[in-house]
């Protein structure tokens, strides 16, 4: 078991360019979540999904698109990047909502210069 | 807008000392969680409470919540080294599936 994997660990992009953060739960999770850690603060929820097919914005989205074809997989699509989306990105994954968890994934570290 | 917010920031401490550290939030809630992170590392679920008077106890770290002050605590008991993290305090906001909304988190140094 696996849990939450993130791809790629590390990540520098240029001003301008997209890339694509990968995330991948093996524990029948449906609901799965992006964050991002901005140096010296909590997380900040930028999208979340409550099952396939169903997507919802969060606290900052501006910036950031997802979609969720199947349980296991949650992409996160920067597109047109900018210095402020350098941040450590997370993913999580809970079972449901309510008292339930989240596991959280080991992040992605991605720099925009 | 829910917030949280945790003191202290910061904290420095020696070992076999007692502390706790403080998580207000700004709306109702009764669900309550608990991460530890360490330094370049993913976060690690600590604790659920899930009603008011909640308590539960880990070793040597115990938290409890109360809902009607919108407080819960991390106490720590006679710290060791080990202990040493950031420790964040995070709130649902609904009962649906909004994602949690964090606290700055507490840096905890525990010095021999």
């Known amino acids: 078991n696996a849990g939450v994997t993130q791809t790629p660990k590390f990540r520098i992009l240029k001003i301008g360019q997209s890339m694509t953060l990968q995330c991948t739960q093996d524990?029948?999770?449906?609901?799965m979540y992006w964050y991002r850690q901005d140096p010296g603060m909590g997380l900040k929820l930028i999208y979340y999904?409550?099952?396939?097919?169903?997507?919802d914005k969060g606290e900052v989205p501006n910036g950031y698109n997802v979609s969720r074809s199947t349980t296991e997989d949650f992409p996160l699509r920067l597109e047109l990047a900018a210095p402020s989306q350098t941040s450590v990105y997370f993913c999580a994954s809970s079972y449901a909502g309510g008292p339930y968890e989240q596991y959280f994934g080991p992040g992605t570290r991605l720099t925009v210069t | 807008e829910l917030k949280v917010e945790q003191n202290p920031l910061f904290l420095s401490m020696q070992e076999g000392k007692n502390y706790t550290i403080y998580c207000n939030y700004s709306t109702t809630s009764d669900r309550l969680y608990w991460y530890r992170q360490d330094p370049g590392k993913s976060l690690e679920s600590l604790f659920v409470l899930l009603s008011n008077g909640a308590v539960k106890q880990e070793g040597r770290l115990m938290a409890s919540l109360d809902t009607k002050a919108r407080l819960s605590t991390l106490h720590i008991t006679a710290a060791v080294h080990d202990l040493s993290a950031t420790y964040f305090c995070a709130v649902a906001p609904g009962g649906g599936a909004d994602g949690l909304t964090f606290g700055k988190g507490t840096h905890l140094i525990i010095q021999p």
């Open positions: 524990m029948n999770h449906n609901y």
């Open positions: 999904s409550v099952g396939a097919g169903i997507t």
